[in-house]
């Protein structure tokens, strides 16, 4: 026998069938048990004091990162290199930074475009700066890689860690997304402090090096938030 039956079944089984009202003193009952546990839920914050606290988060972490290491990246880099570099990477963190935002609100619109806008952003940035840099042959590569790497991640987490407790104060509906999208944007803090501290201007120095802490900030928030979330749901 066939148990199983669709939400429609179920309210044309339960339609067609007359149903004596319950008495006054049940439905008040109910409603008692219903209400009992309920409690007022602080509203939100806006989407402008949000993205403002990203925003803060990002540029806190940034500046004290670039004051910790130095910026012998920015006095290294050219006219056209800074703005090749700077305009699509800032693009990208706004883009990023909506998003995350939006995500965090339940029915909001356009938080999944503009991550894939932003994921466009990050592609031009590539792009742009496999143009204005130059492969460089280079004997300590891997030395000098996790030196960087290591560099940015390390101001990456930080960041990461104040974006998850800014991102608890929403309700995303996909963890999964939301966490990968902060995840990024962490992973841009790192970026940006490496762009302005580090010299190295190999081009396969930069994107093996610098670009990748974003990656890894992306697969790591993707990972941490949908662990969490499951985790959560587990003991709910």
Known sequence: MNLKMTDGELDRMLSSRQLAPLPQDRIKRI???VVADLKPVRPMASDGALLAGFAGIFVAVSIIGCHITGQRGWHALSELQRAAVFVPLAATIAILAFSVVRQMRPAARHGRFSALVSAALFVL????????FQ????????????????????FAIPA?????????????????????????????????VLEIH???LNVYHIVAWHVSVTLVGVAGGLVFSSVTFRRWTSNH
């Open 31 to 33: 409603e008692a048990a």
């Open 125 to 132: 940035l590539l792009g742009s700066m496999a143009v204005v």
């Open 135 to 154: 492969p460089v042959r280079e004997f300590a590569f891997v030395r000098n890689g996790l030196a960087c790497f290591r560099t940015g991640v390390a």
């Open 160 to 192: 990461a860690f104040f974006f998850a407790l800014l991102l608890l104060r929403g309700a995303a509906l996909s963890p999964g997304l939301a966490g990968a999208t902060a995840g990024g944007l962490a992973g841009l803090v790192g970026l940006t």
């Open 198 to 200: 580090c010299p190295n």
